[in-house]
């Protein structure tokens, strides 16, 4: 048991350090490059090196690739699927690449070329889910996960060929743009990603399998590392490449791990984040309007179409307070989760 317990734990606090260089590094060299975004949350208008995702997902891959060599040259034998993890790193760097493309597509403003202003022009919308369909690919070539899945309130459904060639696509698809829709005030994209990384990885060593520990634990302690740096006030804005990297590697966490119905309740306020982005049809924002006190309202008035316009109404939130609240939302529903399974409901 002990052996197993250190067959996480070592790619686990590699994979923490490297994306701790790696992030340090990426910030230095997308701001020398001038891949930045002004940061209109503060009053003081602070530039921030943006596209600095592909660190963390540098460093969960090197994690599982630690685990890969130690079964390759036989220190150990091993319990995980390397068939699994390698499909899993391929997933998420195709991914990460999409979502790094978005990133770099800076526009430098004539206004302010000295400071190098950048306005950010991004992927259109229709481009991202068909690109991020190519992080479905190496899933479905290994035929990912197990095509038996137990959804809740209702029971196990057998999906056979379906389960890798049409939910899995699905599933990663809309996990990566669904995560992508949250993201625009400090820590409440990593902040949130890491609580319910968190969830799936107490799950795991509670009722999952080792494959899933092993996949949680190395990206909650990539998380970890990576979210430092973004919490208030933040130092980099994560970008695409990491809210893609992140949604699809928490889907195909469930997948691999056999956590699927654990997973959609976890999942369950990115969901809501769609469907109430959806409402506008995907041309709403989160971000609201920055008052004199430091606090924000919703540039939408009564209406919602975010969690964030819900957070804007309860008093006078500062930034790091709607960020706060976004993760104790995340909080109650993985508590939910968990009760759900105590029930025998998942």
């Known amino acids: ?188 994209a990593t902040g949130t990603g890491t609580v319910a990384i968190f969830a799936l990885l107490l799950y795991s060593l509670i009722y999952g399998t080792y494959t899933g520990a092993l996949i949680s634990a190395i990206l909650f302690a990539s998380m970890l590392v990576f979210t430092a740096f973004n919490i208030y006030p933040a130092r980099m804005v994560p970008g695409d490449s990491f809210t893609y990297f992140f949604g699809a590697a928490i889907i195909a966490d469930m997948i691999i791990g056999n956590m699927e119905s654990f997973g959609i309740i976890v999942f369950m306020p990115w969901i809501i984040e769609f469907l109430l982005h959806a409402k506008k049809k995907f041309h709403s924002s989160d971000l609201g309007t920055l008052q004199p006190d430091g606090s924000f309202v919703s540039k939408y008035g009564k209406k919602v179409y975010s969690w964030t316009h819900v957070i804007m109404k309860i008093g006078k939130p500062k930034e790091w307070q709607i960020s706060a609240y976004m993760w104790a939302i995340e909080a109650i529903f993985v508590v939910l989760a968990f009760v759900m399974k105590s029930f025998a409901l998942l």
Do not use: C
């Open 1 to 188: 048991m002990f052996h197993t317990y250190l067959t996480i734990l070592i790619p686990s606090i590699v994979g923490a350090i490297v994306t701790l260089v790696a992030t340090m590094f990426l910030m230095r060299y997308m701001g020398y490059s001038g891949i930045t975004l002004v940061d209109h949350n503060k009053r003081s208008k602070p530039v921030l090196p943006t596209g600095v995702g592909f660190a963390i997902a540098f460093g969960f891959s090197v994690g599982l690739m630690v685990y890969i060599f130690g079964s390759s040259f036989g220190l150990y034998t091993p319990v995980a699927s390397l068939e699994d993890l390698f499909g899993i790193i391929t997933a998420v760097l195709l991914i990460t690449i999409v979502g790094f493309i978005d990133d770099i597509n800076i526009r430098m403003s004539k206004a302010n070329t000295e400071d190098k202003v950048g306005s950010w022009a991004g992927l259109k919308q229709w481009q991202k889910p068909v690109l991020t369909f190519m992080g479905a690919i190496p899933l479905m070539a290994i035929n990912a996960g197990i095509s038996v899945v137990r959804i809740p309130l209702v029971g196990n459904i057998a999906l056979s060929i379906y389960y890798p060639l049409v939910i899995v696509p699905l599933a990663i698809m809309f996990g990566a743009n669904a995560f992508n829709l949250l993201g625009g005030f400090d820590g409440i």
